[in-house]
């Protein structure tokens, strides 16, 4: 087994949040170094560490089941010439391990006669020392040869490492782990991790990227030529390989909105639906050659019909890239909605150009999240929650506005997520009044409320907060927050009309 283990791995091999080691390392329970952990380290601090799944991990994968639905959140099994392959490299390692104890077993045997030699030319004086180094000797071997404790955890690491692979990328030292049947870009993508790539099926090439250490297998065609002599520099395209061992790999990560392209698509429409009377939700899929790239919390451009158009924020997560939800407000008036709630059926052609943004989430950030939602707000935060989610973040909290009851439209996710994960808080409030048009007295009851909000929970101040809603009710949630004194660069706003 591997003694040395990284925090995702460690987490996983526990049952426990990936924060919660963070936590400990820096209240200095955990020894690590470099950001991975020991497995004595990990026994001393869960001494009752169990071979079986944790109840906790079970619920934090129901949630992100339940989250993100069966298109995202897929656990199987990696495909038969995979599993042969992980278990070859570990029948290789338990053959080396094999050979080594037998040649510590010869040495044993040498020693012992060289002891035994040296025995026969000691004085009668030296003798009882010799005796007694000889007794400890095979006291210890006794030991060391006795099948005592047999360590969970060395167990479970190895069914793991069986099951799923680890990935670490640098220079970013991001790392995850992969499972089932994924790419290493599905993988990366599923744990929020946004690698530089296009097309994901092997046309473009930008997901190239090279594999320092560690045995990765190629898993679907690809029509992009990577060249000799790339291939000898262990050049691979990360959307039509796999993990077959732990493995390193050199690979861009997208830092920023200004590393995201922009992209023009014709999706197509695969689901529409309405939420209630005002609200419908879109599920636009893009071929399975183009799909879109962008960050959790950005927005594209839709077209519709006779080029009907509106800039609207993503609500899904970028970890499903072909499968894009949106949140449609009716507004009478409004070509765009008009056409989207009258018009628009199955299977018609939307035009996708974007994104663009910058309401993203600042994933470095230790601090816990607080999203404010008014209204259709909830749209870009809950991309923003999605990928929160699988990034395992500490603690967040969730204040959906609605103007009337019905503005909080889809409830249900929300009291899904707090159901299942306990460092997930939400409430819901009424304001009673249309978040779109707030000054004067509406502007007073607005602030009246934050003002309740951070009265009872004293750590609001202390984290990041995030707002996005009318411009309006954003504006007056804004000047809140900078009025208690929080720098500009703690507080994000998106405006949604
Ligand atoms: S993403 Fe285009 S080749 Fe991999």
Redesign the pocket.
């Known amino acids: 087994m591997s003694e040395i283990l990284s925090l995702t791995r460690a987490a996983r091999l526990i049952g426990v949040a990936r924060t919660e080691l963070q936590r400990k390392i820096q209240r200095g329970e955990l020894v690590s170094h470099d950001g991975m952990v020991a497995v004595e380290n990990l026994l001393v601090c869960y001494p009752d560490a169990q071979l079986e799944d944790t109840a906790e991990s079970r619920r934090v994968a129901q949630i992100k089941e339940r989250a993100f639905g069966k298109r995202v959140f897929e656990r199987a099994m990696p495909d038969a010439e995979v599993l042969a392959a992980r278990i070859t490299e570990l029948s290789k390692t338990l053959a080396t391990s094999q050979g080594q104890v037998k040649q510590f077993n010869a040495l044993l045997g040498r020693l012992w006669d060289k002891i035994t030699e040296a025995e026969s030319q000691l004085n009668a004086e030296s003798l009882p020392m010799m005796e007694n180094l000889k007794t400890w000797i095979r006291k210890e071997v006794d030991l060391a040869m006795e099948p005592g404790f047999v360590n969970p955890m060395a167990i479970k690491d190895t069914v793991l490492s069986i099951i799923t692979a680890q990935v670490t990328v640098l220079p970013s030292k991001h790392d995850f782990l992969v499972e089932g049947h994924d790419s290493l ?1 599905e993988a990366a993508m599923r744990s929020g991790i946004p690698l530089n ?11 190239k990227a090279r594999v320092l250490s560690g045995e990765v297998k190629k898993t679907r065609h ?1 029509d ?1 030529v990577i060249s000799e002599s790339e291939k000898n520099q262990g050049y691979i ?4 390989n796999t993990a077959v061992s732990d493995v390193v790999i050199e690979a861009a990560v997208a830092g920023s909105v200004q590393d995201i392209p922009f992209q023009q698509i014709s999706a197509h429409v695969k689901t529409m639906g309405p939420i209630n009377e005002d609200m419908l939700l879109l599920h636009l899929q893009t071929p399975r050659t183009q799909r879109l790239r962008f960050l959790a919390g950005q927005s594209v451009t839709l077209r519709v019909g006779q080029s009907f158009s509106a800039e609207l924020p993503i609500a899904s997560c970028p970890c499903d890239d072909r499968n894009v939800l949106f949140h449609i407000n009716r507004q009478s008036g409004n070509l765009f909605s008009d056409f989207v709630f009258d018009h628009l059926k199955q299977n018609d052609v939307v035009e996708i150009e974007g994104p663009q943004g910058e309401f993203i989430l600042h994933e470095k950030s230790t601090r816990p999240f607080y999203f404010f939602a008014f209204d259709t707000g909830f749209a870009p935060i809950k991309s923003l929650i999605e990928h929160a989610l699988s990034l395992e973040a500490e603690a967040i909290y969730l204040h959906w506005f609605g103007s009337g009851p019905t503005n909080i439209y889809l409830p249900n996710i929300a009291h899904a997520w707090r159901d299942a994960l306990d460092n997930f808080h939400y409430e819901e409030h009424i304001a009673g009044f249309d978040l779109r048009s707030v000054n004067g007295k509406r502007a007073k009851t607005l602030i009246e409320k934050l003002n309740d909000i951070n009265i009872s929970d004293t750590n609001l101040l202390q984290g990041d907060i995030y707002i996005a809603g009318p411009e309006a009710a954003v504006c007056v949630a804004e000047q809140y927050f900078l009025d208690k004194g929080l720098p500009k660069t703690r507080i994000s706003v998106a405006s949604v009309k």
Not at 197 to 205: A, H, I, L, R, V
Not at 237 to 240: A, E, R, T, V
């Open positions: 870009l790539y296009g097309c994901s099926g092997g046309n473009c090439g930008l997901c690809h992009f395209l990360l959307c039509s």
